[in-house]
């Protein structure tokens, strides 16, 4: 059996809109394309034709992808979690040691991801080492140009 993928329910709900709109909007649009170029006649030499038929095999990929995403999508009810130690949906403040500089993560589901919202996955070097910690715990976390230590200073849930 698989592992679960464990998630929010807005997660899963963005998944199942992507799910359908490649399903019922995308996949149509790529057979009438496919449709359309075999009409042209010879197919060996019709690059149209072959861009759309590989077009049509990456969305088949994707929707397979997402398919199997959500055969093991798990919702996790954040009330059953902790809230004294860093897990899924924790928001965690942290301070780099060597500069004092303050930074709020929020650890999510790889697929839950936002980078740019500083929500990072569990997965990541630095979500992977604060899994688990208590507020005054300092970590460490490799990157390329060395280590960096962090204390995480607060963890909270929304």
Same mark, same amino acid.
């Given at each position: 059996? /698989?592992?679960?993928? *464990?998630?929010?329910?807005?997660?899963?709900?963005?998944?199942?809109? +992507?799910?359908?709109?490649?399903?019922?909007?995308?996949?149509?649009?790529? %057979?009438?394309?496919?449709?359309?170029?075999? +009409?042209?006649?010879?197919?060996?030499?019709?690059?149209? &034709?072959?861009?759309? @038929?590989? #077009?049509? $095999?990456?969305?088949?990929?994707?929707?397979?992808?997402?398919? &199997?995403?959500?055969?093991? #999508?798990? !919702?996790?009810? $954040? #009330?059953?979690?902790?809230?004294?130690? =860093? &897990?899924?949906?924790?928001? %965690?403040? %942290?301070?780099? $040691?060597?500069?004092?500089?303050?930074? +709020? &993560? $929020?650890? #999510?589901?790889?697929?839950?991801?936002? %980078?740019?919202?500083?929500?990072? /996955? =569990?997965? /990541?070097?630095?979500?992977?080492?604060?899994?688990? @910690?208590?507020?005054?715990?300092?970590?460490?976390? @490799? !990157?390329?140009?060395?280590?960096? +230590? *962090?204390?995480?200073?607060?963890?909270?849930?929304?």
């Amino acid at each position: 059996m /698989s592992e679960p993928l *464990y998630m929010s329910k807005e997660g899963i709900l963005k998944l199942e809109a +992507e799910l359908k709109q490649l399903k019922f909007k995308e996949r149509p649009k790529i %057979v009438a394309e496919i449709k359309r170029c075999m +009409e042209m006649g010879d197919l060996s030499e019709n690059a149209e &034709y072959h861009a759309a @038929k590989e #077009a049509q $095999t990456h969305l088949e990929h994707k929707i397979a992808d997402l398919e &199997y995403k959500l055969s093991r #999508a798990q !919702v996790i009810d $954040t #009330a059953d979690i902790p809230s004294d130690k =860093v &897990y899924l949906f924790a928001r %965690v403040l %942290v301070e780099d $040691t060597s500069d004092g500089e303050e930074i +709020e &993560y $929020t650890i #999510a589901p790889p697929d839950e991801t936002d %980078v740019d919202n500083d929500i990072i /996955s =569990v997965k /990541s070097p630095i979500g992977a080492a604060m899994l688990g @910690k208590s507020e005054g715990d300092l970590i460490q976390v @490799k !990157v390329p140009a060395g280590t960096i +230590e *962090y204390k995480i200073l607060k963890i909270s849930r929304d």
